[in-house]
Nanobody, 118 residues
Framework: QVQLVESGGGSVQAGGSLRLSCAAS????????VGWYRQAPGKERELVAG???????TYADSVKGRFTISRDNAKNLVYLQMNSLKLEDTAVYYC????????????WGQGTQVTVSS
């Protein structure tokens, strides 16, 4: 069973940076795509960024130019570098296996909390 575990969340002031990590229990190349998703209080979970096996990436409009998704194949890790953080980036962030159009299809993990303060 493939497992993805998130880490790296924390509290940061607006304008700051964080890097989230998603550790896969299998060779990352065996996964079609991995997405980072987030859920803020009272809101639906949304796709933040995704990366396919071939390296194709996608980003939510709200994070374009600020967030970067990348992959370390040797370590079976997927990163989400978050710069210029805003208050509205506060959420629980999850990574998940995804289809080629970045729809999640595995069970959700615990996620990692990101809190941005002024």
């Amino acid at each position: 069973q493939v497992q993805l575990v998130e880490s790296g969340g924390g509290s940061v002031q607006a304008g700051g940076s964080l890097r989230l990590s998603c550790a896969a229990s299998v060779n990352i190349f065996s996964i079609d795509a991995v997405g980072w998703y987030r859920q803020a209080p009272g809101k639906e979970r949304e796709l933040v960024a995704g990366i396919s096996r071939g390296g194709r990436t996608t980003y939510a409009d709200s994070v374009k130019g600020r967030f970067t998704i990348s992959r370390d194949n040797a370590k079976n890790l997927v990163y989400l570098q978050m710069n210029s953080l805003k208050l509205e980036d506060t959420a629980v962030y999850y990574c998940n296996r995804a289809t080629m159009d970045f729809r999640p299809f595995s069970s959700w993990g615990q996620g990692t909390q990101v809190t941005v303060s002024s």
